[in-house]
C-alpha cells in the first residue's frame, strides 16, 4: 500500500484538476448556477456574442435580421456606455441582452465585493439603454470565483456557458467554424464576439465573416435560433 507522502502529489493534481474545472468548466455549477446546452430533443441553437457593442455590431444584426435570426449578445457595461445607440439597437432588433461584467476583469483572485459591484454597475448600464435588467451573464474569459453565488443570486442573474466557442478573437473565419461545427446540435450554445474586450473599433471582420456563413448553414440543416433565455427555459 502506498505512503500517505506518495499519495500526496497525486491528491494535489486532483485537487488542481477539480479547481481548474470548477473555475472554467462548461458544466460547472461549483460557483454559481450556470447552463452550458439546452434540451437536446429540441432543433433548436443559441447564437452569442460576448465583449459588445461594438462599431462593427451593426453588420451582424443585420445579418440575422436578413434571416430573422434571434441572438444573445453578452455586453459589457463600460462598451454600453460608450455606444449605447448599438444597445438600443440589439434590444430593439428582438435579441437578448446579457451581462458580461462592466469592466471586463479576470475574476479569480478578486473579492466578492468586487465582483458583484462590477455587475451591478453592468447592470444599470443595460438597464438604462434597454429598461430591462439582465437576468444571464456570462463571465469575462469564462472565469468563475469564490463570491460568484452570491452576487448572481443578489442580482437575479443565471449563468451561461457555451457549447462551443469559436476562438474568433484569433482565427480566420475558416478556422472559427471549423471550431464550431463539431459542437453543432440540438441545444448547442455557440460563442462567438462582436467585440475585443475594450477596444475601440475593434476588427471584428472574421466574426463577421463567421455569422455570414454560419446562419443559413444551421437554417438549411434545420436549426431554429434562440435566444439563451428560449433555449434554456422552452415555453413549449
Request: hydrophobic fraction near 40%.
Amino acid at each position: 500500500m502506498p505512503s500517505l507522502a506518495a499519495l500526496a502529489p497525486v491528491a494535489s493534481m486532483a485537487g488542481a484538476g477539480f479547481m481548474s474545472w470548477a473555475v472554467r468548466g462548461r458544466s460547472s455549477a461549483v460557483f454559481g448556477p450556470s447552463g452550458w446546452r439546452g434540451n437536446p430533443c429540441r432543433d433548436a441553437v443559441a447564437l452569442t456574442f460576448d465583449d459588445g457593442p461594438s462599431e462593427g455590431t451593426g453588420q451582424i444584426l443585420e445579418i440575422l435580421a436578413r434571416y430573422n435570426a434571434l441572438a444573445t449578445f453578452f455586453q459589457i457595461g463600460a462598451n454600453v456606455d460608450r455606444l449605447p445607440e448599438v444597445t438600443r439597437a440589439v434590444h430593439q432588433g428582438g435579441h437578448l441582452i446579457g451581462n458580461h461584467s462592466y469592466s471586463h476583469p479576470l475574476f479569480c483572485f478578486r473579492t466578492p465585493g468586487f465582483m458583484e459591484r462590477d455587475l451591478a454597475r453592468a447592470q444599470e448600464a443595460i438597464g438604462k439603454q434597454t429598461g430591462m435588467r439582465p437576468e444571464w451573464f456570462r463571465a469575462p474569459f469564462g472565469v468563475r470565483w469564490f463570491g460568484m453565488r452570491a452576487a448572481q443570486r443578489r442580482l437575479g442573474l443565471m449563468g451561461v456557458m457555451w457549447t462551443a466557442i469559436g476562438y474568433d478573437w484569433s482565427l480566420n473565419a475558416d478556422g472559427v467554424m471549423d471550431k464550431l461545427m463539431p459542437g453543432v446540435g440540438r441545444g448547442a450554445i455557440l460563442c462567438l464576439h462582436d467585440g475585443r474586450e475594450l477596444r475601440v473599433r475593434p476588427d471584428i471582420g472574421e466574426t463577421v465573416e463567421t455569422v455570414r456563413r454560419l446562419v443559413p448553414l444551421l437554417l438549411d440543416r434545420g436549426y431554429r435560433f434562440e435566444t439563451v433565455s428560449q433555449l434554456l427555459c422552452p415555453t413549449t
